[in-house]
């Protein structure tokens, strides 16, 4: 029985001496990562701004005479056209004033046709000697204020015949009008009651606000030469709405103003957009991208694989030998769900795209193959989508 047992025992002690004398996989004791070289693409920077559409022109209208609202010819928040009647205030006693001021006008005239009788009459008797000087020249001083009297009268026929024109309220643009705010039999006050509103909606602008950062930056690219011009209305802009995924609306910057906001440290713009069926109104927000470089190449990587360690962006590639190495890099916004990388790689680095918690500088690696995936633009589009960045960050677009 005895024998028995240290037979048993010897021979599994020979079976662990056979397993572990068998060496153990290297590479299967290395931490497993996957490595990619970077995406190449050329792309296009946009800055991001937050803002939202104004009229180009809104009027506030008020009648220019005062009296008894008699009619109004709109319906409301119908699109009107420059000089539709709007309102019709009671024109009976405009016409009488009117009718009165064409009568004193047509008195003034008899008189001053019988003061120029009057002076001939007496130049022929000075002639004469059959009357003074000084008669002569009494004769001469009527027929001037007559004729004073007549421009007077004239003018007065001109004043009342506007009051006339005034009873009848045009519209002074064409554009899209609000409601009535008085109705019909109510008494209205010359320059003071507000009847209604009128915006101008195409073209419409969008107005937004920058950082001092970024005018810094337009300000120098323009110096330099970098931007295709100047001026404000060479860039061009695309803007989505608060339920849109892509900026289907065009447009181009119209205005940008003369100063900064000292105590946001922002300056105000203002881009064009067509409207032509109306769609926009004033008052809605959206996101405005505005070109913010040229074309450049640029080199495009997984975001989680950037590290940021301290002050500075790391990204890990691991070397020929699969040594793990850290690179400092200067990182750019987002594109596609990628981050683009302005310097510290080339295109022959094999960057870390998956298992970074597992890979520490110096440290070996077992590097497997992978490959750098971003979304992909619709075939109707020349630009891939951008996903929308922080209100005045950069954002960019590859181009074809």
């Known amino acids: 029985m005895r024998l028995k047992l240290a037979c048993l025992i010897a021979a599994g002690g020979c079976l662990a001496v056979s397993g572990c004398g068998k060496p153990e996989s290297k590479a299967s004791a290395l931490p497993i990562v996957t490595v990619s070289a970077p995406l190449h693409k050329r792309v296009v920077d946009w800055d991001d701004y937050v803002g939202h559409f104004d009229a180009v022109d809104q009027v506030d209208v008020r009648p220019r005479v005062s009296g008894y609202l008699q009619s109004v010819g ?35 005239q008899a008189t001053l046709a019988n003061a120029r009788t009057a002076l001939t009459r007496g130049k022929t008797l000075l002639d004469a000697r059959a009357v003074s000087q000084e008669d002569y020249d009494n004769r001469l001083a009527a027929e001037k204020q007559a004729e004073a009297d007549l421009e007077a009268a004239q003018a007065q026929v001109r004043s009342a015949a506007l009051n006339l024109e005034f009873t009848r309220v045009v519209a002074p643009l064409s554009g899209r009008v609000s409601d009535r705010r008085v109705a019909p039999g109510n008494l209205v006050t010359a320059d003071v009651t507000v009847l209604t509103s009128i915006v101008d909606t195409d073209p419409i602008r969008f107005s937004f606000e920058g950082s001092e950062g970024l005018y810094l930056k337009y300000q120098r690219e323009n110096r330099d030469g970098s931007r295709r011009s100047s001026r404000a209305q060479a860039n061009p802009v695309e803007i989505r709405l608060q339920d849109e995924t892509e900026y289907r609306w065009k447009g181009h910057m119209e205005f940008v103003d003369n100063a900064l906001n000292t105590s946001a440290g922002t300056i105000r713009g203002r881009a064009v957009v067509d409207n032509r069926d109306g769609f926009l109104t004033p008052g809605m927000f959206g996101h405005l991208r505005l070109l913010g470089s040229g074309a450049y190449d640029a080199l ?34 987002l594109m596609d769900g990628l981050r683009v990388i302005r310097s510290g790689l080339s295109n022959a680095d094999h960057v870390v795209i998956d298992g970074v918690q597992r890979a520490h500088p110096g440290q070996k690696v ?26 005045a960050a950069t954002a960019v677009d590859s181009v074809r």
């Open 366 to 391: 077992d590097a497997r193959p992978g490959s750098i995936v971003s979304v992909v633009a619709k075939p109707d589009s020349n630009i891939a989508f951008t996903s929308p960045p922080a209100a």
């Open 74 to 108: 709109f319906k409301d928040g119908a699109v009107v056209h420059k000089g539709q009647v709007l309102f019709v205030i009671d024109p009976r006693p405009y016409q009488a004033a009117l009718d009165l001021a064409k009568a004193q006008a047509a008195r003034t």
């Open 300 to 333: 495009l990587v997984p975001d989680q694989s950037v590290v940021t360690d301290q002050n500075n962006q790391i990204v890990y590639v691991v070397n020929p030998g699969g040594d793990v190495v850290r690179k400092i890099v200067q990182v750019g916004p």
